[in-house]
């Protein structure tokens, strides 16, 4: 593959918001001899990097700003002493590169992917070390395999990364609302053969974690008090053996007294912010319960996580896609919080023909030497011709791509 001289890539000149982001054009610098150059084709958006563009980090970022940490694309080029990868394979970034197994140790955040020592790659082309990537599951696409590098690890760790509480067959475990890490959560749970009880906000979204295989769903707007009726769904309503806790505040604490005795509380996130009241140690000591805090995955989650999705064929919910020009209607989009699963940016030059009755190469799967321009149509719904189409919804209809996400109710295939 050719490399161009100028590559494009959105920036933060300042951290206000996605209003501030910026695209602009810089020199593309061959690779290093420990680094690779990979075209970017997809990449997924976190609630980090909502955080992050609002300048809520506890250590200063550099600016200009390059965000993102979760993407998938095609080598393009390596450097003299790249050992593991080659031009032309497909790859997924890796956010924390340092930590490879056993337990997380703070200093493994120090080379964090998008944080304030290597940037972000929201990039048409990316340069950086070998060890920030790995190979894609060989089922999937660029779009869904962009949304394993924060969500999917976090979840695969989230279940299984404890030694003496990893989740088993047969047992429960309780997800919150309908987030990339809560329906990580959910699948991988499945999959293993436990049963998930899942809490939403709106019927369409249980709809959704209805089709995904959730056996028993709480809408919590409905009902207020939600701990009672998720013990309830429990054998003996003695609670569930695992919670995957994202949201914090008064979602945690109900979601702390659905923990049945010696069961496990992995903590991702506090959605809801800081600012709401949290449970007390006291809440935690009279639960006889593990609790523990997570940040991503090692290298070794990644390779377990990998080999599940592969085995098991999981594909990652896709809500909605979005073109690499329209980056910050992704970040509004999620800032609104109407979406479920993962948010995705897609680029747009692609080999082939690329209109309203052909699929782009990262839906579709199809080897593609990511040259040459095609047009782009934004906002638009396509059809995919092929028998049957290509996704689980109206056969031979696609609902509208614009960042990578794909509606609601479909899966990519």
């Given at each position: 593959m050719t490399l161009p001289k100028i590559t494009r890539r959105w920036v933060f000149p300042s951290l206000d918001g996605p209003s501030s982001l910026k695209l602009e054009s810089i020199e593309l610098v061959p690779p290093g001899?420990?680094?690779?150059?990979?075209?970017?084709?997809?990449?997924?958006?976190?609630?980090?990097?909502?955080?992050?563009?609002?300048?809520?980090?506890?250590?200063p970022l550099p600016l200009p700003y390059v965000p993102l940490s979760d993407g998938a694309g095609v080598v393009a080029a390596v450097g003299e002493r790249v050992k593991n990868l080659r031009p032309g394979d497909k790859v997924f970034s890796v956010f924390k590169p340092a930590w490879r197994s056993g337990r997380q140790r703070r200093e493994f955040g120090v080379s964090n992917l998008a944080g304030s020592d290597v940037p972000g790659i929201l990039s048409?082309?990316?340069?950086?070390?070998?060890?920030?990537?790995?190979?894609?599951?060989?089922?999937?696409?660029?779009?869904?395999?962009?949304?394993?590098?924060?969500?999917?690890?976090?979840?695969?760790?989230?279940l299984y990364g404890l030694s003496d509480h990893q989740l088993r067959p047969g047992q429960s475990i309780l997800t919150e609302g309908t987030g990339g890490v809560s329906i990580f959560s959910l699948q991988f749970a499945k999959a293993?053969?436990?049963?998930?009880?899942?809490?939403?906000?709106?019927?369409?979204?249980?709809?959704?974690?209805?089709?995904?295989?959730?056996?028993?769903?709480?809408?919590?707007?409905?009902?207020?008090?939600?701990?009672?009726?998720?013990?309830?769904?429990t054998p003996g309503n003695k609670g569930v053996d695992l919670v995957v806790e994202v949201v914090g505040g008064n979602t945690m604490t109900q979601a702390m007294k659905t923990v049945k005795s010696d069961g496990l509380v992995t903590i991702v996130g506090f959605i809801a912010g800081l600012a709401e009241q949290q449970p007390s140690i006291v809440d935690m000591f009279f639960n006889i319960a593990t609790f523990r805090s997570i940040h991503c995955g090692s290298l070794e989650h990644y390779s377990q996580m990998v080999a599940a999705i592969e085995q098991h064929d999981i594909k990652p919910h896709v809500d909605r896609v979005f073109w690499?020009?329209?980056?910050?209607?992704?970040?509004?989009?999620?800032?609104?919080q109407n979406y479920v699963g993962k948010i995705y940016s897609e680029i747009q030059r692609l080999e082939g023909q690329l209109t309203r009755k052909n699929p782009p190469d990262m839906i579709t799967g199809v080897e593609s030497s990511m040259e040459g321009e095609i047009p782009v149509v934004k906002s638009k719904p396509w059809t995919d011709t092929r028998a049957g189409g290509s996704d689980s919804c109206t056969p031979g209809v696609r609902t509208e791509i614009a960042f990578t996400m794909i509606s609601q109710t479909c899966h990519l295939k």
């Open positions: 001899p420990n680094q690779i150059v990979v075209k970017m084709v997809a990449w997924s958006l976190n609630y980090r990097d909502i955080a992050l563009s609002q300048g809520l980090n506890p250590v048409e082309y990316i340069v950086l070390g070998e060890e920030y990537w790995t190979l894609m599951p060989r089922n999937l696409t660029f779009v869904e395999a962009s949304t394993l590098t924060v969500a999917g690890v976090t979840a695969w760790n989230a293993g053969g436990a049963k998930v009880i899942a809490t939403t906000s709106s019927t369409r979204k249980a709809e959704v974690l209805s089709a995904l295989g959730a056996d028993h769903i709480i809408n919590y707007k409905e009902v207020t008090e939600w701990a009672d009726a998720v013990k309830s769904a690499f020009e329209d980056v910050p209607a992704a970040y509004n989009y999620m800032i609104e």
